[in-house]
Antibody, heavy 121, light 107 residues
């Protein structure tokens, strides 16, 4: 079965960087794009960007351009999301989510368990 | 960016009730609308794509419909496991955006 397993919780100081991993299993890793999203405490969901595990091409939300980098390692079926210059407003649960597609429609069909990133001095 | 507005933001209902949640887009998104269910402390679960197509394994008491830029998620007979927060999401263009969520609570 499809599984996305993310790295553990992180505590970072303002100005630091964080790198979250998402290891995929149960399907062909390079056949599905992967998204990253986040959810601040008590808030809704926010899309950050997408990566094509096959060629590594990425697309980022304008909000995070210049501050986020998504990469992948095909040898370990893992995608990574690095966010720089952290502030307290980046405190959130970060999710990877597989990009499903059917009949030309796209959706997030499988999700990682989430990684809590806390930014605090 | 496409704005998605959900209503209500919360509702109280009893087991067996019919529940309707609405999501409105501020521009045409055709049928590029998905629905998700999220329980506290858990990742969202994918329910419906293309406004009205049930994901495999999702109970048939869930249904979706559309009328122009208005979309509806209906739970025909609320079950105890359905108490959760529901989000709509447009996949028409990037940035992909979500509604603010509707929390379904026990009456």
């Amino acid at each position: 079965q499809v599984q996305l397993v993310q790295s553990g919780a992180e505590v970072k100081k303002p100005g630091a960087s964080v790198k979250v991993s998402c290891k995929a299993s149960g399907y062909s890793f390079t056949s599905y794009y992967m998204h990253w999203l986040r959810q601040a405490p008590g808030q809704g969901l926010e899309w950050m960007g997408i990566i094509n595990p096959s060629g590594g091409r990425t697309g980022y939300s304008q909000k995070f351009l210049g501050r986020v980098t998504m990469t992948r390692d095909t040898s370990s079926s893992t995608v990574y999301m690095e966010l720089n210059r952290l502030t307290s407003e980046d405190t959130a649960v970060y999710y990877c989510a597989r990009a499903g597609t059917r009949d030309g429609y796209n959706f997030f069909d499988h999700w990682g368990q989430g990684t809590l990133v806390t930014v605090s001095s | 960016d496409i704005q998605m507005t959900q209503s209500p933001s919360s509702l109280s209902a009893s087991v067996g009730d019919r529940v309707t949640i609405t999501c409105r887009a501020n521009q045409s998104i055709s049928s590029y609308l998905n629905w998700y269910q999220q329980k506290p402390g858990k990742a969202p679960k994918f329910l419906i794509y293309a406004a009205s197509n049930l994901q495999s394994g999702v109970p048939s008491r869930f249904s979706g419909s559309e009328s122009g830029t208005d979309f509806t998620l209906t739970i025909s007979s609320l079950q105890p496991e359905d108490f959760a927060t529901y989000y709509c999401q447009q996949s028409y263009n990037t940035p992909l955006t979500f509604g603010g969520g509707t929390k379904v609570e026990i009456k």
